[in-house]
């Protein structure tokens, strides 16, 4: 291991070297980030999950900005022209830019005006010229250096002023500077080019708009380039051209007076002009462009994971309902189970396409949702939020209020509803069924357990982001698939009912050895024990003891099965239950938490010699073995009753859920059929970072409708009393 990356890494972390080693080690030993985080607080100190990827990533990037370093300097002394100076400058570099910079000079390059200069032999006449010399005549020191292809001192003074100003363009310290400088100072401009490709105008607010580098919002750096690429508008990076130049001059003059004083300042303009800015200013697009898509991968991975912590809904019977006009609204009915006990299909909206809708159709519609209602004692109807959803919505609530139903209804956000249903996974679960039945089926299992069915969804097309289209794709994946596998492990899995698509996800577990698991328990109806995970094809002993903490089996033989308690810690915990006078039987029992208020932690700490994280997730366990950490996340609101777009008015005040939360605000559903957008300006009389600081994916808020716009369909609302 690299100890000087481990010290930078413990400084910049603000924990101990030990620590960071703790992890590189586990993680070298294949060891998943879930397994450390849960099973080896006692080795780490406690680090968490996003803990652990910092050190990992941190060390990867220090490893790789090492081996850069390496090669550098081999390539630099292979030419003979390393220094000490040169040498220590690219050791202390701390990132992979500054040791570009110090390479710059010493690279091979293509053909310039400068490498033709040199071959021209004119380098001598620009270390002269750079040389600061205060005497004699410069013509003279010039006509040295006329030849063949050099018939004049003004050819030859004109070719060694390019040299120069590569020399100058090349130096690492003025780069730095002027990069420096233009993330302080600079400014990025946007003005339109043609009117004609952007028709509605998305991108009005760029048309004519300058903004400081060190203040601009990631996501209108985002909006800036996605514009830009579709020939909306032009972008300019300005940075300090007259700063700039005065330290460049300033550094290579020092003021003297030299012979060579006109040409030198001309060779800094023009190194600036033609080398310098056109450089930096595309490295300053590509350090914005990098911090943008980190916020707003930060920002997705916040949304996605409240999104798949949702509370569930168990124990309830779903109807579920993918809306539609012409081709009617799909209906499938989901027991408490998830299983599909009935499908189904309706047409109450053709009028809200302007044609006019027989009755009789209209009440038949009605009937068979009374009648499923009825007949499987449907207590939820969840509705998608797609085409046709609030006229589907309006048809469910007069249902519900012309015949006193007890049943409630909630509009589920249906993105990525369509990726699953058309995916594979979907048609081998129902081979039987159309895209949109299936579409419904999955509607109506989001709000009994949204994590076990959104992870049959590609992480990014589960829509809680923004310009998540314009991000670079393997980067929001990663970070996507973190998320979602942080939530499972978390939450942990039934290993007798859950599906492979979450099992997939589970610490230490490929889809292959997911796919025995499951093949295991077809054909041996179920797991008794978390022992019986052993004799699966291919789940090896480091497998075993990655994955078998976060698998639980609710009616086993043995009720440690059924706790996130590991098994490497069984003895422990079954010698802990000894000295309490219990057995594993009373595991959440009114019983078992006294008994457990009662216990002198540090006392069984020293007699067991268990660290207090294990002892203290052993008792934990003792209590509460199911205990679901969605609990403390809130859940879906349900309605009955609907208000429409059109009675909304200014300083009306709306109970609403969270759908999305973006960097410039968040957007909330009113059950008033388009989406109202709370600006962050508009959260609190205070100033907030980040509207995620305030506000997260799933949250019941109440809002005062402060503007609206019933032609564009938008609406703002404010957290507080305007």
Same mark, same amino acid.
């Given at each position: 291991?690299?100890?000087?990356?481990?010290?930078?890494?413990?400084?910049?972390?603000?924990?101990?070297?030990?620590?960071?080693?703790?992890?590189?080690?586990?993680?070298?030993?294949?060891?998943?980030?879930?397994?450390?985080?849960?099973?080896?607080?006692?080795?780490?100190?406690?680090? @968490?999950?996003?803990?652990?990827?910092?050190?990992?990533?941190?060390?990867?990037?220090? /490893?790789? /900005?090492?081996?850069?370093?390496?090669?550098? %300097?081999?390539?630099?002394?292979?030419?003979?022209?390393?220094? @000490?100076?040169?040498?220590?400058?690219?050791?202390?570099?701390?990132?992979?830019?500054?040791?570009?910079?110090?390479?710059?000079?010493?690279?091979?390059?293509?053909?310039?005006?400068?490498?033709?200069?040199?071959?021209?032999?004119?380098?001598? /006449?620009?270390?002269?010229?750079?040389?600061?010399?205060?005497?004699?005549?410069?013509?003279? %020191?010039?006509?040295?250096?006329?030849?063949?292809?050099?018939?004049?001192?003004?050819?030859?003074?004109?070719?060694?002023?390019?040299?120069?100003?590569?020399?100058?363009?090349?130096?690492?310290?003025?780069?730095?500077?002027?990069?420096?400088?233009?993330?302080?100072?600079?400014?990025?401009?946007?003005?339109?080019?043609?009117?004609?490709?952007?028709?509605?105008?998305?991108?009005?607010?760029?048309?004519?708009?300058?903004?400081?580098?060190?203040?601009?919002?990631?996501?209108?750096? /985002?909006?800036?380039?996605?514009?830009?690429?579709?020939? =909306?508008?032009?972008?300019?990076?300005?940075?300090?051209?007259?700063?700039?130049?005065?330290?460049?001059?300033?550094?290579?003059?020092?003021?003297?007076?030299?012979?060579?004083?006109?040409?030198?300042?001309?060779?800094?303009?023009?190194?600036?002009?033609?080398?310098?800015?056109?450089? %930096?200013?595309?490295?300053?697009? =590509?350090?914005?462009?990098?911090?943008?898509?980190?916020?707003?991968?930060?920002?997705?991975?916040?949304?996605?994971?409240?999104?798949?912590?949702?509370?569930?809904?168990?124990?309830?019977?779903?109807?579920?309902?993918?809306?539609?006009?012409?081709?009617?609204?799909?209906?499938?009915?989901?027991?408490?189970?998830?299983?599909?006990?009935?499908?189904? =299909?309706?047409?109450?909206?053709?009028?809200?396409?302007?044609?006019?809708?027989?009755?009789?159709?209209?009440?038949?519609?009605?009937?068979?949702?009374?009648?499923?209602?009825?007949?499987?004692?449907?207590?939820?109807?969840?509705?998608?939020?797609?085409?046709?959803?609030?006229?589907?919505?309006?048809?469910?609530?007069?249902?519900?209020?012309?015949?006193?139903?007890?049943?409630?209804?909630?509009?589920?956000?249906?993105?990525?509803?369509?990726?699953?249903?058309?995916?594979?996974?979907?048609?081998?679960?129902?081979?039987?069924?159309?895209?949109?039945?299936?579409?419904?089926?999955?509607?109506?299992?989001?709000?009994?357990?949204?994590?076990?069915?959104?992870?049959?969804?590609?992480?990014?097309?589960?829509?809680?982001?923004?310009?998540?289209?314009?991000?670079?794709?393997?980067?929001?994946?990663?970070?996507?698939?973190?998320?979602?596998?942080?939530?499972?492990?978390?939450?942990?899995?039934?290993?007798?009912?859950?599906?492979?698509?979450?099992?997939?996800?589970?610490?230490?577990?490929?889809?292959?050895?997911?796919?025995?698991?499951?093949?295991?328990?077809?054909?041996?109806?179920?797991?008794?024990?978390?022992?019986?995970?052993?004799?699966?094809?291919?789940?090896?002993?480091?497998?075993?003891?990655?994955?078998?903490?976060?698998?639980?089996?609710?009616?086993?033989?043995?009720?440690?099965?059924?706790?996130?308690?590991?098994?490497?810690?069984?003895?422990?915990?079954?010698?802990?239950?000894?000295?309490?006078?219990?057995?594993?039987?009373?595991?959440?029992?009114?019983?078992?938490?006294?008994?457990?208020?009662?216990?002198?932690?540090?006392?069984?700490?020293?007699?067991?010699?268990?660290?207090?994280?294990?002892?203290?997730? %052993?008792?934990?366990?003792?209590?509460?073995?199911?205990?679901?950490?969605?609990?403390?996340?809130?859940?879906?609101?349900?309605?009955?009753?609907?208000?429409?777009?059109?009675?909304?008015?200014?300083?009306?005040?709306?109970?609403?859920?969270?759908?999305?939360?973006? @960097?410039?605000?968040?957007?909330?559903?009113?059950?008033?059929?388009?989406?109202?957008?709370?600006?962050?300006?508009?959260?609190?009389?205070?100033?907030?970072?980040?509207?995620?600081?305030?506000?997260?994916?799933?949250?019941?808020?109440?809002?005062?409708?402060? @503007?609206?716009?019933?032609?564009?369909?938008?609406?703002?609302?404010?957290?507080?009393?305007?």
């Amino acid at each position: 291991m690299n100890e000087e990356i481990i010290k930078n890494i413990a400084q910049e972390l603000k924990v101990k070297e030990e620590q960071v080693k703790a992890v590189l080690e586990l993680l070298e030993n294949d060891a998943t980030v879930a397994f450390i985080a849960r099973y080896r607080k006692e080795v780490t100190g406690g680090l @968490d999950e996003e803990q652990i990827r910092v050190i990992d990533d941190e060390y990867q990037y220090g /490893l790789s /900005l090492q081996k850069r370093k390496d090669d550098v %300097i081999r390539l630099i002394e292979e030419k003979g022209l390393m220094t @000490d100076e040169l040498k220590e400058e690219i050791l202390k570099a701390s990132k992979l830019i500054e040791v570009e910079d110090l390479y710059r000079p010493y690279k091979e390059k293509k053909k310039t005006k400068a490498t033709t200069a040199i071959a021209l032999g004119l380098e001598p /006449l620009a270390d002269i010229m750079l040389s600061l010399p205060r005497s004699g005549d410069k013509f003279e %020191i010039a006509k040295e250096y006329i030849t063949e292809k050099v018939p004049t001192v003004e050819e030859a003074i004109t070719q060694a002023k390019y040299i120069v100003a590569e020399k100058i363009s090349d130096n690492a310290e003025y780069r730095k500077h002027i990069r420096e400088a233009a993330l302080k100072y600079g400014t990025i401009s946007c003005k339109k080019k043609n009117n004609e490709l952007d028709p509605e105008e998305k991108y009005k607010n760029y048309y004519e708009a300058t903004e400081r580098l060190a203040f601009i919002k990631a996501h209108r750096i /985002l909006a800036i380039n996605r514009a830009e690429n579709e020939d =909306v508008i032009t972008v300019t990076v300005g940075l300090q051209p007259e700063r700039d130049v005065e330290h460049i001059r300033y550094n290579v003059t020092h003021n003297y007076n030299s012979i060579f004083n006109e040409e030198l300042v001309d060779s800094i303009a023009d190194a600036y002009k033609r080398l310098i800015a056109p450089s %930096i200013q595309r490295e300053i697009r =590509v350090i914005l462009t990098e911090k943008a898509e980190e916020q707003a991968i930060h920002i997705f991975s916040i949304n996605l994971q409240h999104l798949l912590l949702q509370a569930p809904m168990k124990g309830h019977v779903v109807l579920g309902v993918d809306p539609a006009f012409r081709t009617g609204c799909k209906l499938a009915v989901i027991s408490p189970n998830s299983k599909v006990l009935e499908i189904g =299909v309706i047409y109450p909206n053709e009028k809200a396409k302007g044609a006019t809708i027989d009755p009789r159709v209209l009440e038949k519609s009605k009937k068979t949702i009374v009648d499923l209602i009825t007949k499987y004692k449907v207590e939820i109807i969840a509705i998608g939020n797609g085409t046709a959803s609030r006229e589907t919505e309006s048809f469910i609530a007069e249902v519900i209020n012309e015949n006193h139903l007890t049943a409630k209804y909630v509009v589920v956000s249906e993105a990525g509803a369509s990726v699953y249903s058309a995916s594979p996974l979907a048609m081998e679960e129902f081979p039987d069924l159309s895209v949109e039945q299936r579409s419904a089926i999955s509607i109506a299992r989001r709000i009994q357990d949204p994590l076990a069915e959104l992870v049959k969804i590609e992480p990014k097309s589960i829509g809680v982001g923004q310009y998540q289209h314009d991000i670079a794709q393997n980067r929001l994946s990663k970070s996507l698939e973190d998320v979602v596998v942080d939530a499972v492990n978390k939450v942990g899995v039934n290993l007798n009912t859950c599906s492979p698509s979450l099992l997939s996800y589970v610490s230490g577990l490929s889809k292959g050895v997911a796919k025995n698991i499951i093949d295991y328990r077809e054909k041996n109806d179920k797991f008794h024990s978390r022992e019986e995970l052993k004799k699966v094809a291919k789940l090896g002993p480091k497998t075993y003891e990655q994955c078998v903490g976060f698998l639980r089996i609710l009616e086993g033989a043995n009720p440690l099965d059924m706790t996130p308690i590991h098994p490497e810690s069984y003895d422990k915990a079954e010698a802990i239950l000894k000295k309490m006078n219990m057995t594993s039987q009373s595991i959440g029992s009114d019983e078992m938490a006294e008994a457990v208020s009662k216990l002198d932690k540090e006392a069984l700490h020293k007699e067991f010699a268990i660290d207090m994280y294990t002892l203290n997730d %052993i008792l934990d366990a003792f209590v509460a073995p199911l205990r679901d950490i969605r609990d403390s996340y809130p859940g879906l609101k349900l309605r009955s009753d609907i208000m429409h777009f059109e009675d909304v008015k200014i300083g009306d005040e709306l109970d609403g859920i969270v759908r999305n939360v973006v @960097d410039f605000g968040a957007f909330i559903d009113c059950g008033v059929k388009y989406d109202g957008l709370l600006h962050v300006s508009k959260m609190s009389t205070q100033k907030i970072n980040h509207p995620s600081d305030l506000l997260n994916v799933g949250d019941e808020i109440h809002v005062y409708v402060i @503007d609206i716009d019933y032609n564009k369909h938008k609406m703002a609302l404010a957290l507080y009393k305007m």
